[in-house]
């Protein structure tokens, strides 16, 4: 293991110390002198990025020299992180070195792989598309940069005629979007980061910010050790760090938060402490009554919405949800104070859910009814955990029901517009909804399945599906079944491809991230990526033309235009397709500027892409003003900040499902989850991450400070619990539930600890994968799989 | 010790084998408008930057050194008695199943070839057993010495849990237990009980190592027999 | 980036050393070690030399301090070697 150059300061302040205790204590006498690096830091050069990690979005300064990534800093002119990192940020220049990039396209041969040229990978991909193109699908990502997204969604919905394009979002945020819609007929939080600095109550519902939105929880934390009073409510089914600090922890059982909500929503209505001026003028009731629920649902009347909460008293409450009748009362009391300013934070707690599109439209509901809404501090704030989960995903729409901008796939209003944009002839875009992940999955993974050739951009689904002995190592038995990988580093996924592309990562490319708070942000290649990895952009743009060459009428507009043409200033065409080529312009710049124009029609309104330049992100919309220049939201659908609201009114919900500017307040009914512990599956399981490691760790477990920090996954296990099996701390033991198995040591005092009968463990680690344990029910909107809980067991493996 | 072996800062200044930088740090060392007081990580450019970093194939200066403190192995016994009696055997090396144990460089001078233990490399992790004191056979890592390798001290400037940020790694990787306690989620390091292993500057992630790792000045000799 | 391990002795003047460490505490670029009687071990990491030396004359006079001893210095570009604290540094075998 090297010794990073910077440690060597650290040591010589060691050497310092030790020669001065000496002194001091009287021990010894030391005198030395010690060389250090003298020229470290000369002619270094920086520049500005959104960190590679999560949806916090904070920016770093890019230190290169000579060509290489040499420094990272946390950004001083950010408002996400005003200079700050958390300890991955600090960490993520080198994502960059790890020793096993991968350089050159491969191509599988038996058990192995044989290196291929671009140019054939290029056109293997190409042919394997055309033997059937309507049973190609492609895998994408929250980490895909926008144009990234954008040009796998032309090259598929505009292109191909084939809605078979999904995003891993499918898995993160899903829930929340559905939440967002049926509530506010319109994707993304309204409020924005700046209320945690004006709130007086923080209530984390499902979620620990302390581990994974390290940044935006220290915004809380700096407010409280500067002597401001900001009360911390944790509502959890373990204890967190982010539980260490609160001042109330409410454990919860699982699926115990509909029931909370429900519960304060009861209590308000029952009291008569609801806002009554905010909800008769701005908001409406709805309830799932009769026949297929929708996310529009129907109307219910005040005295509806009201019989059906009577029965979520704070006793009953408290039986559904393990969390003492009077701390609901508290939860209540503390929404009924109209002095209070209340933000709730959320993430995978409550979209990885199989009611996860209730309990988002639960959480919202109780703010509306509250009042605790649109003004600075009172805000429900969904969180996402992927750099552009919402840049991309959501707001590209690379989802299989979603064009770009908020429109969907299945109006046919929504598809001719997008036609129009695209110059495509009428009826291009297919009207049908495509496979959503886990139907992708299943699709690719059984016999006979809808899609025979998948390709995976910038995720590593071998390790994040659930279930994944049902929806992804079937593939292997398949012959007929072709997975084609981007990626940077060899994965679970990479292990069952025929075809691996390497891709160029991070500041390596041009990108564009949309973080959590709707801040769009924007950087600029700054190294070269590493032996022949490109963008994936490029790729997608390349097998594009390939296809085209290869006779798809599909890859030209109704002009006979290649649908990826783009000029230089003197209007000639460039051939980006050709790798030699693809930096002569900007395409990045390019595709944003397309893009945008999809941005207004749901007021998600982004300025052209040179102002993003200038700045470290805005948060859309973006409007121009009279002078020329470029004004950020931050608070939507409030009068005082955002520009579409109707002037005359404090607040407007103007993508209203109903059509009258309101927000819809909803009541679902509290269901137990589909599995639940029993006599064979006794524990709870529950999944997630860790601070140290991101995701599935491709890139942080080659960051050797940070695998030092947390070297593998583990089973967390109460104490009480591991006493009763008979197993200590370290000791292995199998984790088993009906449909899969890992072994993974025991860790008691760990990051968390949870009540008896759960259990918790991280999924970062491709050694142990949790996810052949897991189970792949979802919630029935979002489609989004639950991997906070289900019935397993653990085993003593030693005899 | 006297006041008259004190060096005066001046003196050293004024000496000959000590030049003060040529240059300062340049501008581009921080991002414009960049606090001094965060931090900035900054990565090993190349194994051959590394190397020049530690200086291991640069000569040791002997000139006003009297005593090297190292970091002994668990339960060595006062330096003169350990580098009296030591038989540079080997012994204790081979025992230690992690490999925590390394021959003293020949840079060391009169110490080469004495076993000691380098935290950053491979801190020691206090096997319950102790092989390599059982394996000892001239006595200088005894039973009869309590394991005090030495202390460790966490900076404050850089540690990422005392500067906004949530970090535990430290106590939760330390195997003696109450030797790092965290308060408020902030760590700290409960000196009597700690015995400078050195696992948690091996773990800590910050971007400036926020463990200060000291070896013990004065160890204890066996005292009366057990 | 001069490294300096100093040893600072206090004076007897009541709570010298109390607010001595204070104030030494409040500087970044100062770590604060072990203390015995009226002695106290603190580093000092600066950005350069004319720092170093306004940073040692700024703890000279501090009205606590009695008096203060270098014990360790690390400059620049020197070819001296490390010879203390050998854990704390990478040994290459």
Known sequence: MTMPATDRRQFLKSAAMAAAAGAVLGETETSIAL?????????????????????TGCHVQVGVEDGRVVAIAGDQHADVNKGLLCVKGYHVGMILYGEDRLTKPLLRRGDGFVEISWDEAIDIAARRIMQSP????IYGSGQWTIPEGYVAQKLMKGGLSNNHIDPNARLCMASAVTGFLATYGVDEPAGCYD???????????????????????????????????????????????????????????????????????????????????????FCNFRAHESGKPTLKGEAIS????????????PDYVEQLSGVPAEKIRMLADLFADPDVKITSLWCMGMNQHTMGTAINTLVHGVHLLSGKFGVPGNSPTSLTGQPSACGTAREVGTLSHLLPGGRLVANDKHRADAERLWNLPEGRINPKIGFHTLKMFEEFTKEGGGVSTMWVQVTNPGQTLPNLNKLFEPKSELDDRFLIVSEVYPTATTQLADLVLPAAMWVEKNGIFGNSERRTQQWFRMVEPPGDARDDCWMTIAVAHRLMELGHPGMKDKDGVFIFHMEDENGNEVPIWEWEHYYDINVDRHLFDDYRRFSRMKHKDLAPYDEYVKTRGMRWPVVQQPDGSWRETRFRFSAFDDPYVKEGQPFEFYHSTSGDGRAQIWVHDYKSPPEMPDEDYPFWLNTGRVLEHWHTGTMTRRIPQLTRAMPSAYVELNPEDARELNVRDGEVVRVE??????????????????????????????????????????DPFSKQPDFKKCAARVRKISA | MSDENDISRRGFLRGDFLKPPEKSTSEDAMPPGHDPARPIMRYARSIDDV?????????QRTKGRRHIPVFRPPGAVDEPTFLAECTRCDECVRACPHDAIIHAPSRLREIEGTPIIDPDRQPCLLCDDLPCVSACEPDVLSRAVPVMMGTAQIRSQTCLAWNSSTCTVCSEQCPVEGAIVIEEGKPRVVEETCTGCGVCR????????????????????????? | MPISGLRVRFTDDGDAMDRGIAALEGDRRIDIGARRDDKLAIVLETQDADEDKAAWKWINALPEVRHVDVVFISLDQDDQTPSAAIGAEGVKP
Not at chain 1, 243 to 266: F, K, R, T
Not at chain 1, 302 to 313: I, V
């Open chain 2, 202 to 226: 091996y773990v800590c992630p910050a971007p400036e190592n926020a463990i200060l790792l000291m070896p013990t000045f004065s160890r204890p000799s066996k005292g009366p027999a057990s």
């Open chain 1, 195 to 281: 209320d945690l600095d004006a709130c007086d109550v923080v209530i984390t519902w499902g979620n620990n910010p302390a581990e994974m939105h390290p940044v935006l929880f220290s915004r809380v934390m700096d407010r409280q050790s500067s002597g401001e009073k900001v009360m911390l409510i944790d509502i959890s089914t373990r204890r967190t760090r982010t539980s260490e600090v609160a001042d109330e922890y409410l454990e919860m059982l699982p699926h115990g938060d509909v029931a909370i909500a429900l519960g304060i929503m009861h209590l308000l209505v029952e009291r008569d402490q609801y806002d009554h001026e905010f909800v008769s003028r």
């Open chain 1, 35 to 55: 060389p250090v690096l003298g020229s470290e830091d000369s002619g270094i050069k920086w520049d500005k990025a959104p960190c590679r990690f999560c949806g």
């Open chain 1, 737 to 778: 539930s009906r449909r899969g198995s890992t072994d993974l040591p025991v860790w008691t005092r760990g990051r968390g600890y949870p009540p008896r009968g759960q259990i918790f463990v991280p999924f970062f680690d491709e050694t142990m994968l949790v996810n052949h344990v897991t189970l792949d029910e979802h």
């Open chain 1, 302 to 313: 005040f005295e509806e919405y009201k019989s059906r909460l009577a029965m979520y008293t």
């Open chain 2, 51 to 59: 190397d020049r970093a530690t200086g291991s194939t640069q000569q």
């Open chain 1, 134 to 137: 309507d049973k190609f699908a």
